[in-house]
């Protein structure tokens, strides 16, 4: 910013909040850049001989990181772009063949990172390796993942999206101390690039429910969620593809019942559902990320389909929310993947209540990170009703209501499966981890109770399926594996099904619903 405030004569405000001044200011940088590699800069020079002004632009600190943000930049010119602004002005980049002079990078004297082998990262981003300790400190502590042989001994269902609420320098030195958690993969806001710390063999200590660490592969980002600022577009393209890389070659689906927040971690038991964390947040930008990583959308659907699938514009969507940097001061208003849950069809009628977060009954808040009365970008709810421009979804138990005008709709429908409790059932149990009945275990093993939250599901409500999955539960207790039964999964009778049931995913037994394609029964 104050480079280019020195170049431009524009004031660093200026630069941060005009578009105008901002492109220029990032024009006098590149500009600079070039000149001082000793490149042709002008009119009617060629783009290829910009290569290393664009690798310096990333503003990283390798030569691998560097190179991964131009090649990005010279892709796209070569593809060509085209997308509707938020204003509706619709900006067309034309295709042009365009082979970069990478010699150019040379001249940066960056440094170049080691690819070790079994470093699991696509070739196409800059990654290195950083490796969490597994070590034993004491009183038969030790940290900070478990050992095991994933997808071999249990499939791996989930990718977690975090954010680090740190700096990237906090970030490595939290992630190599063995009495502290750990997690899989750490990405730089700056340029995108990547550390890997944890196998995705081994299980990582991030996601809270040690159901879900057992079945997931961790990604932290740098950043801050009551900020969204430190969500570069860097960041979001490195961290796309890493995701594709790791879904393809592990099998998972490339969709919210998958791709799940830290946010939308269950509970394990009613009483840890309240310390739940809350990243990323409101601010991470889930549509765009799900176009980055080209997730297959499903668009047929009406509301005789019976499932909405929130879809707010990102960039116009902006919710008032509070308290991003002083308590219940409104926050500076921006785009947000969030859309907001009334407890009646009206603006003016409160928002819903989360029973786990205010037990009392009163409706949850406007404060970022109170994500009790929110559906977010990409997750499938069961239809309840509609009246006017407002659509209800069925969610923690109750009807919760959106704006959703068909002239700026905020929801698309789509069609699927939901779960209903089986005829004669009053209400029945919902879950944060899917384990196997007690019988299951083996001698010396203790048993991991199967406890409900303090959620229903009542007879009349459906919601939509994500999985069904075998209870299952892995064992590991000691750094040795001398535990009876450790490293080993436990796998019972019990078979569920992983629901939309709030903003987190949570689980139902089999036995007490009955599935049905989402048509059948949806309100009209």
């Not at 800069?41 to 290829?48: E, H, I, L, Q, R």
């Not at 071999?152 to 490595?172: G, P």
């Not at 879809?311 to 993947?337: E, H, K, L, M, W």
């Not at 970008?377 to 309840?384: E, P």
Request: glycine residues 10%; aromatic residues 10%; proline residues 8%.
């Amino acid at each position: 910013m104050d480079a280019a405030a020195a170049l431009t004569g524009a004031a660093p405000e200026s630069l941060r909040t005009d578009a105008s001044v901002n492109i220029r200011g990032g024009a006098a940088l590149l500009a600079a850049y070039q000149r001082e590699l000793g490149a042709p800069v002008g009119t009617g020079t060629d783009p290829a001989t910009w290569y290393g002004a664009v690798a310096r632009y990333a503003g990283a600190d390798s030569a691998d990181a560097a190179a991964a943000f131009a090649d990005e930049v010279f892709t796209t010119i070569s593809a060509g772009e085209s997308r509707v602004t938020d204003d509706g002005q619709r900006i067309t980049l034309p295709a042009r063949a365009v082979q970069p002079e990478r010699s150019w990078l040379d001249r940066l004297g960056l440094r170049r990172l080691a690819r070790p082998d079994g470093l699991e990262c696509p070739r196409t981003v800059s990654c290195e390796s950083i490796p969490a300790p597994y070590e034993a400190f004491g009183d038969g502590d030790y940290g900070n993942h478990d050992l095991s042989d994933r997808p071999a001994r249990q499939k791996i269902e989930y990718i977690v999206i975090h954010d680090t609420e740190a700096s990237w320098a906090t970030t490595l030195k939290l992630v190599q101390d063995p009495t502290y958690v750990s997690w899989h993969y750490s990405l730089r806001s700056v340029d995108g690039h990547i550390a890997q710390h944890v196998k995705t063999k081994d299980v990582a200590w991030h996601a809270g429910n040690w159901y879900v660490n057992a079945k997931s592969i961790g990604l932290e980002h740098e950043g801050f969620a009551a900020q969204g600022t430190w969500y570069t577009e860097a960041m979001y393209r490195a961290s796309a593809k890493l995701v594709q890389h790791l879904a393809l070659r592990l099998g998972i689906p490339l969709d919210r019942q998958h791709i799940i927040g830290h946010d939308n971690v269950p509970g394990t038991v009613a009483s840890t559902v309240r310390g739940m964390h809350w990243d990323p947040g409101p601010y991470w930008d889930w549509t765009h990320y799900f176009d980055l990583l080209h997730a297959p959308r499903l668009d047929t659907g009406s509301p005789a389909s019976g499932l909405v699938q929130i879809d707010p514009n990102y960039a116009t969507n902006q919710p008032a929310f509070i308290g991003c940097v002083t308590p219940g001061v409104p926050c500076t208003p921006r785009g947000s993947s969030s859309v907001v849950l009334h407890s009646a069809p009206s603006a003016d009628a409160p928002l819903v209540n989360d029973i786990a977060l205010r037990p009392d009954g009163t409706p949850n808040t406007m404060e970022v990170s109170d994500h009790g009365a929110r559906a977010s970008a990409g997750q499938t709810y069961a239809l309840a009703g509609r009246q006017g421009d407002w659509t209800a979804i069925w969610y923690l138990g109750q009807r919760a209501w959106f704006h959703n005008p068909p002239s700026a709709p905020t929801a698309k429908w789509t069609v699927g499966v939901v779960a209903t409790p089986k005829p004669g059932r009053a209400t029945i149990p919902v879950y944060g981890r899917a384990y196997p009945e007690q019988a299951a275990y083996p001698a010396g093993v203790p048993y991991q109770e199967i406890s409900p939250l303090q959620y229903t599901l009542a007879a009349g409500q459906r919601y939509a399926v994500g999985a069904v999955l075998a209870g299952e539960y892995y064992r590991a207790s000691t750094i040795d594996g001398s535990s009876p039964g450790d490293w080993t999964v436990i796998r019972g009778e019990n078979r569920y099904a992983q629901i939309q049931f709030g903003h987190r995913i949570m689980y139902v037994d089999l036995a007490d619903v009955q599935l049905l394609p989402s048509p059948l029964g949806a309100p009209s």
